[in-house]
């Protein structure tokens, strides 16, 4: 056989488990999104708007705290009554963000149908404002809407190309692994150690030498 043959049967031996494991975990990541049931998103505005002026800090803080309730059971009550679904189904389905700088809450909603998203996002924005509007007086800001949800134009889950490249890379890293552990050189068995002789009781070697010692004494000259 040749150099090159043996070299090719060495790559072999050595990198099959990654040359398995990554056309299978692309493989698998595709059918995820070729199969997976479609998700859709759409947004919906909430900004702040601060009843002093000059206080733009102050409704940029206040729409980071709003931004974080927007997912809480205390603001979800009253979008889950309007969408007649349980406050923890529609808590899966909608989120909060804000911005660093600016005092506005996008509420993002998602579900199986682009309607559905545009209903929970703009249900979780009127229900934002409408809790706000409650403590008004002692914040000294309130929630204005700002726009309403869009219908997405396609589903924003699964992407086929971003789930390939994620099986692709657990393919990846599922071979390394496996070639780690074949790799690691196997324990050698501990030497067997030899046992001490057993040592002789105390006296005994003693007690030879004095009935030597007596028998001499004891023979006649």
């Known amino acids: 056989m040749s150099e090159l043959g043996r070299s090719a049967r060495a790559l072999t031996r050595r990198w099959w488990p990654v040359a398995l494991a990554v056309p299978l975990g692309a493989l698998a990541g595709a059918g995820y999104g070729l199969l997976a049931h479609p998700s859709y998103a759409a947004n919906s505005y909430v900004v702040v708007v601060?009843?002093?002026?000059g206080e733009s800090s102050t409704a940029v803080n206040f729409?980071?705290?709003y931004g974080r309730l927007a997912g809480q059971p205390q603001v979800l009550a009253g979008a889950a009554a309007q969408l007649d679904e349980t406050i923890a189904e529609l808590a899966e389905r909608v989120r909060g963000t804000t911005s660093?700088?600016?005092?506005?809450?996008?509420?993002?909603g998602t579900g199986e149908r682009p309607k559905e998203a545009v209903r929970a996002a703009d249900a979780v924005a009127r229900?934002?404002?409408?809790?706000?509007?409650?403590?008004?007086?002692?914040?000294?800001?309130?929630?204005?809407?700002l726009a309403p949800a869009a219908a997405p134009e396609g589903p924003s889950s699964p992407s086929v190309q971003?789930?390939?490249?994620?099986?692709?890379?657990?393919?990846?890293?599922v071979g390394a692994l496996v070639m780690m552990?074949?790799?690691?050189?196997?324990t050698a068995p501990a030497a067997a150690v030899p046992l001490p002789a057993p040592?002789?009781?105390?006296?005994?070697r003693a007690g030879g030498a004095g009935a030597v010692e007596a028998r001499k004494a004891g023979s006649p000259a």
Do not use: C, H, M, N
């Open 50 to 53: 601060s009843q002093g002026p």
């Open 100 to 108: 660093p700088d600016a005092p506005v809450i996008e509420i993002t």
């Open 127 to 145: 229900s934002l404002v409408a809790f706000a509007d409650t403590s008004s007086k002692e914040t000294g800001v309130r929630l204005v809407p």
């Open 199 to 204: 040592a002789s009781a105390p006296g005994t």
């Open 181 to 186: 552990t074949r790799r690691r050189p196997a």
């Open 162 to 173: 971003l789930d390939t490249a994620v099986g692709t890379a657990a393919g990846v890293l």
């Open 63 to 65: 729409a980071q705290a």
